[in-house]
């Protein structure tokens, strides 16, 4: 049974410096309170893994926790440019980051591959791009029934997988609904997983197209209202899309950026989200 | 009765590009839609001539009907009303693979003479650009395996390039036939639609070439802003001028774009 726990606990737990970590969620429920308890916590050269980094990892990134970034997009979603990505690739700051690039449908099917225990996916993709020359963890393989030779991605496999869904029980079965993103498959492959919910509740009332990760298959649940903020849970807050278009200009330029991190993340207290 | 003589309402280049785009769109087409601009355009087909269209956002939507235009690909607006919410491996493996897709929307930073898209890196080399765009997304494959794919990007000298400086997603790779020694199901760029006119490949050569100007644009102005010797149809044609309904919805749509201020986490 999943352990139920402060989210500052859990990270202390779970994540170690030099982990590979993965916290999910695609545009809905990205785990924000999980990644700033890990800033505040100082990890280091942690190798990040996410389809669409979003300013979660912009953040982790532009304060140094990360030396490796696995993804398949990394913008700010119908706003423009990550700009602490793109100053840590072009400039290497505020230290180098390594890259591992894919599609969508790769990592997607490298979650899965890593969910269901192979140790590789097979897809219709990257045919003809120029991905395969510059990322290792793509291959080719021979279909043995028909010939056709098909991308092979390698499965993914974190040390430590975060989400945020919506609730969990005090057995620590955990609920979602909505934009599931690639969330369970991310679960499902790591050794460790952390999932932060905006309520702990008695009974789980089930809902159309709900989700439901059991309890033994969840190592810590930790309540962290509004965890997802700018991002969102539906059914309990909507996406904060102005904070979207202001990190813009929040962080296109370093020092704004730190004094931005220093007062909303560094010196506030995880447990009590601020909801600016 | 007299004919009362209207002055048409004047429109941006912008809007013209969105307007066209949305045309491409026949009602019932199953079309997978990218953020922005193609969002824009094919809200636009929905609300105006194609009621029956089936949008499918990367997120996992299906059947998305959104009330306002969503700012990302996963607001919430996109879950409300929409036919199925599926989770990413599904969308990309039961939906995309297999060829159930009509129309893919795609843009990108750089477009080249054979329609293959960048949106990784521009200038320097891979690991040490000058630019760092975002990356692939869904692009490489929804590219690949629609039956068809528009385009829909600004013209300018620096977009339409010769070659791309990465080849993100495959158009018509280095020559007709290309896609077809790839294996490539899909039958690649239809059209690439610009705020100055739009280009299809030519039948024979692959290469795209001039095929409509939107009403005030130049064949000049067209040559000017593309990186390579511009070949133009023999059938060139001038795009109809917007409406005043497509307009006006729009308008309407664009003012929409990621809905009103919001509080998370109350």
Request: with cysteine; aromatic share 6%; hydrophobic share 40%.
């Given at each position: 049974m999943a352990e139920i726990v402060s989210v500052d606990e859990a990270i202390a737990a779970l994540v170690a410096d030099g982990d590979t970590v993965a916290l999910e969620g695609f545009t809905h429920l990205i785990p924000f309170a999980a990644g700033h308890e890990i800033i505040r916590q100082g990890r280091r050269d942690l190798t990040l893994v996410?389809?669409?980094?979003?300013?979660?990892?912009?953040?982790?990134?532009?304060?140094?926790?990360?030396?490796?970034?696995?993804?398949?997009?990394g913008g700010n979603p119908g706003v423009g440019s990550l700009h602490r990505f793109r100053d840590a690739v072009e400039n290497g700051w505020p230290v180098p980051l390594e890259i591992e690039e894919h599609s969508h449908a790769g990592m997607a099917n490298r979650y899965v591959a890593g969910a269901t225990g192979l140790p590789f996916a097979v897809l219709r993709g990257y045919v003809g791009t120029d991905l395969p020359a510059h990322t290792d963890t793509i291959r080719?393989?021979?279909?043995?029934f028909t010939g056709e030779v098909l991308a092979a991605v390698a499965a993914l496999r974190p040390d430590v997988t975060v989400v945020h869904a919506q609730r969990a029980d005090r057995r620590g079965n955990v609920q979602m609904w909505g934009i599931l993103g690639v969330q369970k498959e991310a679960v499902l492959a790591a050794k460790r997983s952390?999932?932060?919910?905006?309520?702990v509740v008695d009974t789980l009332e089930r809902r159309p197209g709900d989700v439901i990760l059991p309890g033994f298959s969840v190592t810590c649940v930790a309540e962290v209202p509004g965890g997802a903020h700018p991002s969102y849970a539906l059914g309990y807050s909507l996406r904060d899309n102005d904070f979207y278009r202001r990190w813009d200009s929040i962080s296109r330029d370093r020092d704004s950026f730190l004094g931005w991190m220093r007062e909303a993340v560094l010196e506030s207290d995880g447990r009590r989200r601020t909801t600016s | 009765m007299a004919v009362v003589e209207r002055r048409p309402e004047p429109f941006e280049a912008d809007e013209m590009m969105t307007v066209a785009a949305a045309r491409q769109l026949r009602d019932g087409t199953v079309c997978f839609v990218g953020i922005g601009l193609p969002s824009t355009a094919a809200n636009l087909a929905r609300i105006t001539h194609a009621p029956g269209i089936v949008l499918i956002y990367e997120s996992g939507i299906i059947g998305a009907r959104p009330a306002t235009l969503p700012l990302s690909i996963g607001d919430g607006v996109l879950v409300e009303g929409a036919d199925a919410v599926v989770s990413v491996p599904e969308v990309f493996n039961y939906w995309l693979q297999p060829g159930r897709i009509d129309v893919g929307f795609l843009t990108g930073a750089q477009v080249d003479r054979f329609?293959?898209?960048?949106?990784?890196?521009?200038?320097?080399d891979y690991r040490h650009p000058l630019v760092?765009?975002?990356g692939a997304g869904g692009a490489p494959e929804i590219a690949a395996l629609c039956r068809q794919v528009v385009v829909l990007v600004r013209q300018t000298p620096r977009v339409f390039v010769n070659r791309v400086d990465f080849v993100t997603s495959v158009g018509y790779g280095s020559a007709a036939g290309d896609r077809g020694r790839l294996g490539l199901s899909g039958g690649g760029p239809k059209v690439v639609i610009t705020d100055i006119g739009s280009l299809a490949p030519d039948p024979d050569t692959a290469e795209l070439t001039l095929v409509s100007l939107h009403p005030g644009s130049t064949v000049e102005q067209a040559r000017?802003?593309?990186?390579?010797?511009?070949?133009?149809?023999?059938?060139?044609?001038?795009?109809?001028?917007?409406?005043?309904?497509?307009l006006a919805v729009l308008r309407r749509l664009t003012a929409t774009i990621g809905g009103v201020r919001t509080h998370g986490g109350e």
């Amino acid at each position: 049974m999943a352990e139920i726990v402060s989210v500052d606990e859990a990270i202390a737990a779970l994540v170690a410096d030099g982990d590979t970590v993965a916290l999910e969620g695609f545009t809905h429920l990205i785990p924000f309170a999980a990644g700033h308890e890990i800033i505040r916590q100082g990890r280091r050269d942690l190798t990040l893994v996410r389809m669409t980094p979003d300013l979660i990892y912009d953040q982790m990134i532009g304060m140094g926790c990360a030396r490796r970034l696995i993804f398949s997009w990394g913008g700010n979603p119908g706003v423009g440019s990550l700009h602490r990505f793109r100053d840590a690739v072009e400039n290497g700051w505020p230290v180098p980051l390594e890259i591992e690039e894919h599609s969508h449908a790769g990592m997607a099917n490298r979650y899965v591959a890593g969910a269901t225990g192979l140790p590789f996916a097979v897809l219709r993709g990257y045919v003809g791009t120029d991905l395969p020359a510059h990322t290792d963890t793509i291959r080719w393989v021979t279909c043995p029934f028909t010939g056709e030779v098909l991308a092979a991605v390698a499965a993914l496999r974190p040390d430590v997988t975060v989400v945020h869904a919506q609730r969990a029980d005090r057995r620590g079965n955990v609920q979602m609904w909505g934009i599931l993103g690639v969330q369970k498959e991310a679960v499902l492959a790591a050794k460790r997983s952390l999932v932060t919910v905006e309520e702990v509740v008695d009974t789980l009332e089930r809902r159309p197209g709900d989700v439901i990760l059991p309890g033994f298959s969840v190592t810590c649940v930790a309540e962290v209202p509004g965890g997802a903020h700018p991002s969102y849970a539906l059914g309990y807050s909507l996406r904060d899309n102005d904070f979207y278009r202001r990190w813009d200009s929040i962080s296109r330029d370093r020092d704004s950026f730190l004094g931005w991190m220093r007062e909303a993340v560094l010196e506030s207290d995880g447990r009590r989200r601020t909801t600016s | 009765m007299a004919v009362v003589e209207r002055r048409p309402e004047p429109f941006e280049a912008d809007e013209m590009m969105t307007v066209a785009a949305a045309r491409q769109l026949r009602d019932g087409t199953v079309c997978f839609v990218g953020i922005g601009l193609p969002s824009t355009a094919a809200n636009l087909a929905r609300i105006t001539h194609a009621p029956g269209i089936v949008l499918i956002y990367e997120s996992g939507i299906i059947g998305a009907r959104p009330a306002t235009l969503p700012l990302s690909i996963g607001d919430g607006v996109l879950v409300e009303g929409a036919d199925a919410v599926v989770s990413v491996p599904e969308v990309f493996n039961y939906w995309l693979q297999p060829g159930r897709i009509d129309v893919g929307f795609l843009t990108g930073a750089q477009v080249d003479r054979f329609g293959n898209l960048n949106t990784t890196v521009i200038g320097g080399d891979y690991r040490h650009p000058l630019v760092r765009l975002p990356g692939a997304g869904g692009a490489p494959e929804i590219a690949a395996l629609c039956r068809q794919v528009v385009v829909l990007v600004r013209q300018t000298p620096r977009v339409f390039v010769n070659r791309v400086d990465f080849v993100t997603s495959v158009g018509y790779g280095s020559a007709a036939g290309d896609r077809g020694r790839l294996g490539l199901s899909g039958g690649g760029p239809k059209v690439v639609i610009t705020d100055i006119g739009s280009l299809a490949p030519d039948p024979d050569t692959a290469e795209l070439t001039l095929v409509s100007l939107h009403p005030g644009s130049t064949v000049e102005q067209a040559r000017a802003a593309t990186g390579w010797p511009l070949q133009v149809s023999p059938d060139l044609r001038v795009e109809e001028p917007p409406s005043d309904r497509e307009l006006a919805v729009l308008r309407r749509l664009t003012a929409t774009i990621g809905g009103v201020r919001t509080h998370g986490g109350e």
